[in-house]
């Protein structure tokens, strides 16, 4: 159940953020303008967000563990290069201190208690499969 929910709100948070990304970006995906509001107000990448709630949705949906772990990692690294080596720089060279104030002001996944949530969780998970509670076979 909890896999449904995370799943479900990672489709979500990716078909909101794109409604908005496509406002001001078009198909050519460059933003015209920085985007402040909406979901975009409580985190910087929410598309990345949807994709990372997704994979943790998807892989606790079909029961695989382990690859809560590996496909996670493996997406927030891919993620995380992307946005410090492509998109922040993209952004500060077309939006300058606007983006950068934006960027200290808010998170880029997780809003704080959320973020949090999901620390929690995993730790919860981790211990789970270390004392023997969630097998990994």
């Known amino acids: 159940i909890v896999g449904i929910i995370l799943a479900a709100l990672g489709i979500i948070f990716i078909a909101v953020s794109s409604k908005y990304l496509l406002k001001v970006a078009g ?11 909406g979901v975009y107000s409580k985190v910087r990448n929410p598309i990345y967000t949807g994709v990372i ?3 943790i949705g998807w892989s ?4 695989a563990i382990y690859s809560f772990f590996i496909i996670t990692a493996v997406v927030v ?9 492509v998109e922040e720089p993209m952004m500060t060279k077309l939006f300058g201190d606007k983006f950068l104030e934006y960027r200290k002001r808010v998170s880029m996944f997780f809003p704080l208690p959320i973020g949090i949530a ?3 969780l995993v730790i919860i998970i981790i211990a ?10």
Request: proline share 8%; aromatic share 4%; no cysteine.
């Open 77 to 85: 690294l891919i993620l995380l290069a992307l946005i410090k080596f």
């Open 60 to 63: 606790l949906i079909w029961g």
């Open 118 to 120: 999901l620390i929690v």
């Open 128 to 137: 789970s499969i270390v004392t023997g509670l969630i097998p990994l076979t």
């Open 27 to 37: 198909p050519e995906q460059i933003p015209r303008e920085l985007i402040t509001d």
């Open 53 to 55: 709630l997704l994979t």
